[in-house]
């Protein structure tokens, strides 16, 4: 198993379980799993930390965008419309179909919304 495909599942698993404790968020920012984007590779900007944002379309259907913020950033503190604001600014064109066809799926045992 690749490096890459493992660092996916990782994420991912993490992803599942804080949106399960969590339902009643859309979104989550986190740690960046090493080796979790094929396009984001090496050390961030000085005084930059990588982190990842996931946004939950319907359970079980996940966005992530990596972004790198100043490590002081208390990233507690923000709620699903400032973590809404950061996808935005930072994902690539086309996320918001990619997003709109992803709240379309039909998942097996979840409602569709």
């Known amino acids: 198993m690749s490096g890459k495909i493992l660092a996916v599942e990782i994420a991912t698993a993490g992803d599942a379980s804080w949106f399960e404790k969590h339902p009643d968020r859309r979104l989550r920012i986190r740690n960046m799993v090493m080796g979790e984007f094929g396009d984001v590779s090496g050390e961030p900007p000085v005084g930059m930390a990588w ?3 996931v946004l939950e379309a319907q359970p079980g259907a996940r966005s992530r965008q990596a972004i790198a913020l100043p490590i002081a950033t208390d990233v507690e503190s923000f709620d699903d419309d400032d973590l809404f604001d950061l996808f935005r600014r930072v994902a690539p064109p086309g996320a918001r179909k990619m997003i ?6 039909k998942l097996p045992g979840t409602p569709k919304t």
């Not at 709109?100 to 799926?105: E, G």
Request: no cysteine; hydrophobic share 55%.
């Open 100 to 105: 709109a066809a992803l709240r379309q799926v």
């Open 51 to 53: 982190r990842t944002i």
